[in-house]
């Protein structure tokens, strides 16, 4: 049994890993991809495996946009936590799922499952487009947890909980660490808005995204705007727009 194991998290991937060999000695774990642009890269470059084992959050995103970059005709069976009602939609389309921790009564069921389908009487047609409709108003929100910084010749990952705030200068964009790191970011801030949780991260005004905990301390400044102090320091004055005031005051309070 040839498998593909898309999973980002470390101990997640050889938990899964374990399972799978305690129920099949001689399975081929084939790669283990933690990320959507690790996955497709791979699926672009291989044979398709025989069966796939995908978690649905990933660093950058869904496991679902891998459907949107190239043709996935294997098996998948998804680790989730999804609730009952989205999982109904795993069942219409004929697809197993196990619910995270997996145990292995469950992952030895799906195993089961998917060898029943192996002959061509019982392989289901799988519409994998179909399923991420059918998911798509139950799929929470995901963020970046990390970001591919390429500074000449260097390649780096950045936690994004690490990072204090994002600002621009000259036309670049960069971010500043809690450690007061400043290395140059690939996207410009209005990408970075819709990648970055809300919840963490406020774009003060054109051209600063800041952390909530990068906060130092806040005065009151002319036109109802804010002034802040960051931690660490900016040598840019930062200051919330008048048009970002309320929202940025309603942040504060997590509204």
């Not at 990072?163 to 971010?175: D, G, N, R, S, V």
């Not at 809300?198 to 952390?211: D, T």
Request: charged fraction near 25%; hydrophobic fraction near 40%.
């Amino acid at each position: 049994m040839n498998v593909l194991l898309i999973e980002d998290e470390e101990a997640a991937a050889q938990r899964m890993q374990k399972l799978l060999r305690q129920l099949d000695p001689e399975v081929n774990i084939l790669e283990v991809t933690d990320s959507i642009e690790s996955t497709v890269s791979w699926l672009k470059s291989n044979p398709a495996p025989e069966l796939i084992f995908s978690d649905i959050h990933l660093a950058d995103g869904s496991s679902f946009e891998v459907f949107r970059e190239v043709e996935v005709t294997a098996p998948i069976i998804f680790t989730t936590a999804f609730d009952q009602y989205a999982l109904e939609a795993f069942k219409l389309n004929s697809i197993d799922y196990l619910l995270k921790p997996v145990k292995l009564p469950e992952l030895e069921k799906s195993l089961e499952k998917w060898k029943k389908l192996q002959t061509p009487a019982q392989k289901p047609a799988i519409d994998y487009q179909q399923l991420l409709q059918a998911l798509q108003p139950n799929l929470p929100k995901t963020f970046q947890k990390r970001l591919v910084i390429r500074y000449g010749a260097n390649i780096k990952t950045v936690e994004v909980a690490d990072i204090a705030y994002f600002f621009t200068q000259e036309k670049i964009t960069f971010l500043n660490t809690f450690e007061n790191k400043k290395l140059p970011v690939d996207n410009t801030l209005d990408e970075l808005e819709d990648v970055l949780d809300p919840a963490q991260f406020f774009r003060i005004n054109r051209q600063f995204i800041i952390n909530v905990k990068a906060i130092g301390s806040m005065y009151s400044y002319s036109k109802s705007r804010v002034k802040i102090e960051l931690n660490p320091p900016s040598d840019i004055e930062t200051i919330v727009s008048t048009e970002r005031s309320s929202s940025f005051k309603s942040w504060l309070t997590g509204k």
